[in-house]
């Protein structure tokens, strides 16, 4: 039996009464970057987090992505929950095929675990290079875990702040599996699109099997939610970055939601405002069937009709 703990503090709960969108997103999209916290009770949260959150089930997942129109998931294993998966996976078996599973593992796993995992929807393995979040791994024990996955056809996620691309760019090229980045790889938004940072990440994409979740505006965002210009154009100072990666990389972009929204203490996103950020970053019917249907089909239900 676990001890129920309190929420970190300064811990914003997730949007309860999210808008409805004014951008209604295609049949089949999908939210590729979502999370499930607990519940508490029944899934506790690991020994070794470095945050305690607010309980955010499968049940209230899937209200949300019933009211934002999402017909399937990417549920990505969250680091308050370790490399116990349980949550995430009663997630997505509860999805019935349509969700997918990105785990947390150690180097030793069995091979009859990892098959189960295969089994159970699992596609991926998350590395998180985020201080704040998790004590990483070695970079030797990392690579043991992408060389062991990769025979199961599975990609690495990687989440890393844009300052430690320089040192971390020549690991990730040594990966057997292709990568995929969360939330465009962390720029300095207030930094130029053009500048010498956001080159560097784009010439990373553009040499490797790199996909990239344009996700996360909230988390970049220096100007906010706020409306511009009477349009619903929130997190503005972030769309130069994620229009420029969907422009470059059409069909190596996935978008996705990021509910619960881990670790935000400023304000916590409204996810219809969050989907009615697409417009804006994919700004053509095909690039956003791209964004939303085909390329998250073809990475996590490839051969599947929609
Ligand atoms: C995200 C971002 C964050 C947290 C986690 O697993 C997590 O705890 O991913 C963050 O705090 O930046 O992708 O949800």
């Known amino acids: ?30 939210d590729s970057h979502c999370h499930v916290f607990g519940p508490q009770a029944e899934f506790p949260f690991a020994a070794e987090r470095k945050y305690t959150p607010c309980d955010a089930g499968r049940d209230e997942l899937a209200s949300l992505h019933a ?42 796993i069995s091979d009859a675990d990892l098959r189960a995992l295969d089994a159970a929807g699992v596609r991926g393995v998350r590395f998180n290079f985020l201080r704040r979040l998790v004590d990483t791994s070695s970079l030797e024990d990392l690579a043991t875990i992408a060389g062991r996955i990769a025979p199961l056809g599975w990609h690495v996620v990687l989440y890393f702040e844009s300052a430690d691309l320089p ?38 994409v553009g040499s490797h099997d790199v996909w990239v979740k344009v996700t996360c505006p909230e988390r970049l965002s220096l100007t906010g939610p706020a409306a511009l210009d009477g349009e619903r154009s929130a997190y503005a100072d972030v769309v130069p970055f994620g229009r420029r990666v969907v422009q470059e990389f059409p069909d190596r972009v996935l978008w996705g939601t990021d509910w619960p929204h881990p670790n ?3 304000h916590m996103p409204d996810d219809g405002l969050l989907v009615d950020h697409i417009p804006h970053i994919a700004v053509t019917p095909e690039q956003r069937r791209r964004l939303l249907v085909d390329n998250p089909m073809s990475l996590y239900w490839p051969g599947e009709d929609v």
Request: proline content about 10%; aromatic content about 8%; hydrophobic content about 40%.
């Open 1 to 30: 039996m676990s001890t129920r703990s309190p929420k970190s503090p300064g811990w914003l709960d997730w949007y309860r009464d999210p808008s409805v969108p004014a951008f209604r997103l295609p049949a089949g999209s999908v």
């Open 67 to 108: 009211h934002l129109g999402v017909s399937r998931a990417v549920v990505v294993q969250a680091t308050c929950h370790g490399a116990d998966n349980t949550a995430m996976l009663d997630a997505v078996r509860a999805a019935g095929g349509r969700a997918r599973g990105i785990a947390t593992v150690r180097p030793d």
């Open 167 to 204: 040192g971390l760019e020549g690991f990730f090229r040594s990966l057997p599996t292709p990568l995929v980045v969360d939330h465009m790889g962390r720029p300095d938004v207030s930094l130029p699109v053009d500048g010498p940072q956001f080159s560097r990440f784009l010439r990373f």
């Open 264 to 266: 935000l203490t400023g």
